[in-house]
């Protein structure tokens, strides 16, 4: 009876560690490591040049392809001085199909806190209309010289567009984070 007893523990112990070892080594866990930020749009003054955002036009090296093990994407600003504001930045975002789709649009403001390259970090970030899938997060916003950025869900779209149509001096750029 002992016997007996005994095999079967160490049958099952054996299916346990076998069970253990296919999932660690197919990769059937979630994968949420944190990309290093990325430049996606570097000090726009206008949007004069993206008036044509659909897939073929010229202006395909602003698009800004997004890993497909993200599951989120988080975008922080950065203007040429303080106080400078961006009313109307638009977020746009290509489907797998390719056709473009509004995600976000939005009005960012400057303070006076800087990024290790001098330029100001916007502060401020306020939705005026949100399209994205789950809702966009706006985090650590509300001024007082503080790092506002934008999260939102990335996993309907493969590329983004940020767009500055009107900007009230200086200019604009844009930086991406995956989780």
């Given at each position: 009876m002992h016997d007996k007893f005994n095999k079967s523990i160490i049958f099952l112990s054996h299916i346990l560690l076998l069970s253990f070892l296919i999932f660690f080594c197919s990769g059937w866990m979630l994968e949420t490591n944190r990309a290093s930020s990325v430049l996606i749009r570097d000090a726009v003054d206008d949007g004069s040049g993206m008036t044509d955002i659909s897939w073929d036009s010229s202006e395909?090296?602003?698009?800004?392809?997004?890993?497909?093990?993200?599951?989120?994407?988080?975008l922080s600003f950065y203007g040429s001085a303080n106080n400078i504001t961006c009313s109307d930045v638009e977020v746009w975002g290509y489907t797998n199909g390719g056709s473009a789709k509004l995600l976000w649009i939005g009005s960012i403001t400057c303070g006076n806190a800087d990024d290790d390259s001098g330029l100001k970090i916007a502060d401020t970030i306020t939705t005026t209309s949100d399209y994205t899938a789950g809702g966009a997060t706006l985090l650590d916003n509300g001024g007082n010289d503080r790092h506002a950025t934008l999260r939102f869900d990335a996993a309907e779209n493969s590329h983004i567009v940020v767009l500055f149509p009107t900007v009230s001096a200086g200019n604009w750029s844009c930086r991406i984070t995956g989780y």
């Open positions: 395909a090296v602003d698009r800004y392809r997004l890993s497909k093990k993200w599951n989120a994407v988080v």
